[in-house]
């Protein structure tokens, strides 16, 4: 026999899930980097540039392209 999963209950776990998803990217948005940008230098960069990261002005980290 094939049992049939209520579409309700599925739905509902999906959408707690979600939630939590939502709750836990929004509250590591607040967390600090162990390591950051503080001073900023004028050497020309010789290597390939292959991505980079923006880094927000968050004393003591400065406003940065790393």
């Not at 940008?37 to 392209?65: F, H």
């Amino acid at each position: 026999s094939v049992k049939m999963v209520s579409c309700g209950n599925l739905l509902k776990s999906v959408l707690v899930a979600v939630v939590l998803l939502t709750l836990a990217g929004s509250g590591s948005a607040q967390i600090k980097p162990s390591s950051c940008c503080k001073e900023v230098s004028d050497k020309e960069i010789t290597e390939p540039i292959i991505g980079y990261e923006l880094q927000r002005d968050n004393p003591p980290c400065i406003k940065a392209v790393m």
